[in-house]
């Protein structure tokens, strides 16, 4: 049961994203430290909130059902909690590109893809240049949008380390939000030196319907051939950012090899998706450095 059980309307899993880069005068080493201080820091203030949250629920309902048994007590929390859930924030990932050694062919053109597309977005998407991060925060709702800005701006302070000195050692950023459409495997974990490789691309002329069926199934598809570890699909937020619509996100060896068997096996699943994925989508491969 949720806020919206009346409707046919499933609340959605949601991805706040930044894609961002340091300036060049700031050594990598520099940045990821006071970044990952960041999200340490922003980690447990969400955390400190929601408890807070949480306490005040908790002496709600005691001074509105005195003598209530803690069985009926249950009930009535666990209604709440699935009407209007506790603001969290329930995971989060921080991503950096790394220089891949990639083989001439698909790979090689869906690569050089994406360092045009980051170019495009304002990023120095060179060789040898910085690089470039995705972090993300993972919420179930929208009305956790205020919850987090809530965090950032008011309980971390936006003028106090590690705030400040991430926004000084910043060259770009830009913010997106998307839903989660579909997820297989297990996305969220990661091994050491494991590829996290993400493909931007456009829908195109497609329903939207017909377009998030083949997309899955290219997934399970592809995920079976190569043995990937987890995909997952995101489709961003009507009007949420001024990237392509759709993500499809991987979890795979730090081999090409591996992720060439799963990117042959969406352009065999062939039509639209195929095209887009597989000919025309952009590709950034990444690490996650948390």
């Keep these: 049961m949720s806020f919206f059980s009346p409707l046919p309307l499933t609340i959605p899993r949601i991805a706040y994203s930044r894609i961002h880069q340091r300036q060049e005068s700031v050594s990598e080493e520099a940045y990821v430290k006071t970044l990952l201080d960041l999200t340490r820091q922003a980690a447990a203030k969400a955390n400190e909130a929601s408890q807070r949250v949480r306490a005040w629920r908790g002496s709600q309902l005691a001074e509105a059902m005195p003598g ?13 909690e699935g009407i209007c859930p506790v603001p969290a924030v329930e995971e989060a990932l921080e991503l950096a590109t790394v220089d891949a050694q990639l083989p001439d062919g698909r790979l090689q053109q869906l690569a050089a893809a994406g360092r045009e597309y980051l170019g495009t977005l304002g990023f120095k998407a060179t060789d040898g240049g910085p690089p470039v991060h995705e972090s993300i925060l993972f919420l179930t709702g929208s009305c956790n949008y205020d919850f987090i800005e809530y965090v950032v701006r008011d309980v971390m302070g936006i003028y106090q380390y590690p705030h400040e000195q991430h926004t000084e050692e910043l060259a770009k950023v830009i913010f997106f939000t998307q839903n989660q459409v579909a997820t297989l495997g297990d996305p969220m974990e990661s091994e050491p030196d ?11 002329k497609p329903k939207y319907d017909d377009f998030r069926s083949a997309l899955v199934q290219a997934m399970e598809r592809a995920r079976k051939t190569a043995g ?19 993500e499809l996100r991987l979890r795979c060896r730090a081999d090409p090899e591996q992720l060439s068997k799963a990117l042959e096996a969406i352009a065999e699943a062939g039509g639209a998706v195929a095209e887009r994925v597989a000919s025309r989508g952009r590709l950034l491969v990444y690490q996650r450095i948390d």
């Design 68 to 80: 209530a048994s803690s069985v009926e007590v249950g009930k009535v929390s666990g209604l709440l």
């Design 194 to 204: 494991e590829w996290q490789p993400t493909l931007f691309f456009a829908k195109g």
């Design 228 to 246: 990937l570890k987890g995909v997952s699909l995101w489709q961003r937020k009507l009007g949420m950012g001024q990237i392509f619509e759709w």
